[in-house]
Antibody
Framework: QVQLVQSGTEVKKPGASVKVSCKAS????????FSWVRQAPGQGLEWMGT????????NYAQKLQGRVTMTTDTSTNTAYMELRSLRSDDTAVYYC???????????WGQGTLVTVSS | QSVLTQPPSVSGAPGQRVTISCTGS?????????VHWYQQLPGTAPKLLIY???NRPSGVPDRFSGSKSGTSASLAITGLQAEDEADYYC????????????FGGGTKVTVL
């Protein structure tokens, strides 16, 4: 069965960076992409970007351009999302989701809480 | 504010029918992009409820249905049950944002 397992809770200071992982299993890794979606406390879902696990091509949300980098490692079937220059408003639960290319997210990771606080 | 507009909340008694609207524009829903719907229970990841405007993934009860017309889409829940109390989000693409994915702001469904 398809599973996406994310790394654990992170606490960071403003200005630091965080890298969240998403390990996939149960399917051929390069057949699908990954999208990252975050949710601030009490707020809605915000799309951060998408990466193709086959080509490595990325597409980032405009507001995060320059601060976010998404990568994949086909040797470990793991996707990564790195966010730099963290601010307090980056505090959120970060989800990875398997992207079938049509923007339909059937499988999701369990979420990773990232808290940015001095 | 979100590119796709949803009502913040809707409510209904058990057994009733409720609908959630998702209003977009000519650069997203009106451009022909598909709309998907997700259900999110407290403290959990979103769950795909409707994809491609009207399709239900395996395991989703047929009480849930989706529709799309013009620049809007709707999610209907018939025979409302207590377990349907959750947040619901619509999702589509927007061509004015270089084909970026966009979500609605979310709707809280309360079962009275």
């Amino acid at each position: 069965q398809v599973q996406l397992v994310q790394s654990g809770t992170e606490v960071k200071k403003p200005g630091a960076s965080v890298k969240v992982s998403c390990k996939a299993s149960g399917y051929r890794f390069t057949n699908y992409g990954f999208s990252w979606v975050r949710q601030a406390p009490g707020q809605g879902l915000e799309w951060m970007g998408t990466i193709s696990a086959y080509t490595g091509n990325t597409n980032y949300a405009q507001k995060l351009q320059g601060r976010v980098t998404m990568t994949t490692d086909t040797s470990t079937n793991t996707a990564y999302m790195e966010l730099r220059s963290l601010r307090s408003d980056d505090t959120a639960v970060y989800y990875c989701a398997r992207d079938n290319g049509s923007g339909t997210y059937y499988y999701w990771g369990q979420g990773t809480l990232v808290t940015v606080s001095s | 504010q979100s590119v796709l507009t949803q009502p913040p909340s809707v409510s209904g008694a058990p057994g009733q029918r409720v609908t959630i609207s998702c209003t977009g524009s000519s650069s997203n829903i009106g451009a022909g992009y598909d709309v998907h719907w997700y259900q999110q229970l407290p403290g959990t990841a979103p769950k795909l409820l409707i994809y491609g405007n009207t399709n239900r993934p395996s395991g989703v009860p047929d009480r849930f249905s989706g529709s799309k017309s013009g620049t809007s889409a709707s999610l209907a829940i018939t025979g409302l049950q207590a377990e349907d109390e959750a947040d619901y989000y619509c999702q589509s693409y927007d061509s004015s944002l270089s084909g970026h994915v966009v979500f609605g702001g979310g709707t809280k469904v309360t079962v009275l």
